[in-house]
């Protein structure tokens, strides 16, 4: 499985649209940078623990803590959508390389384009519909990167984000 940061609100403004078509806001959840977009490999998506740990690498690449929602993707569905999928050293510059290797379990889904753009929208939006929203509150993001604090796995670069996340 993949894990993908979503902004539900995006996905919401749909049911504003009287032809129920995916709003622009969505797709531009789906940001892509060189043609690529960057999910996180999930050995096993029932693990709470491990997705806590990709929510918090998400969550520290952002400018203040908050809510992480996110969706899960089948590497198995990607191969039927032709959407080629790379393993790529992931930004984790806060957490040190000892802890899990995070860095590794990064994935670029590669040469994506205008059509592959629509098919990873509309799982998406499937998933939304028949799915329960997934999601860490910034209460449990808080507890986790504390914890990581206090176990020496946050790097220097952390100090200067560490007013705004953990008081």
């Known amino acids: 499985m993949l894990f993908r940061v979503i902004t539900p609100s995006k996905w919401n403004k749909k049911i504003l649209r009287q032809d129920a078509s995916i709003a622009g806001d969505a797709i ?5 940078s060189n043609n690529t977009l960057s999910v996180w490999s ?3 998506e029932k693990s709470r623990e491990e997705l806590l740990d990709l929510a ?3 969550a520290l690449n952002r400018d203040k803590l908050q809510r992480v929602f996110y969706v899960l993707l089948e590497e198995s569905w990607l191969d039927e959508q032709h959407i080629i999928f790379q393993s790529v050293p992931g930004k984790c510059d806060f957490i040190k390389t000892e802890y899990k290797d995070l860095k590794s379990k990064h994935i670029d889904l590669k040469e994506i384009d205008y059509k592959q753009l629509g098919i990873l929208a509309n799982k998406i939006d499937s ?3 028949t799915s329960s929203l997934r999601f860490f509150t910034d209460k ?3 507890v986790k990167i504390n914890n990581l604090k206090q ?3 946050l790097t220097d670069k952390f100090s200067d984000k ?3 996340f953990l008081n």
């Not at 531009?28 to 892509?32: A, G, N, Q, Y």
């Open 162 to 164: 560490e007013e705004k």
């Open 42 to 44: 999930v050995a096993d």
């Open 151 to 153: 176990d020496g796995f």
């Open 28 to 32: 531009s959840d789906l940001r892509t």
């Open 140 to 142: 449990e993001l808080k």
């Open 127 to 129: 998933i939304l519909k």
């Open 56 to 58: 918090v690498v998400a």
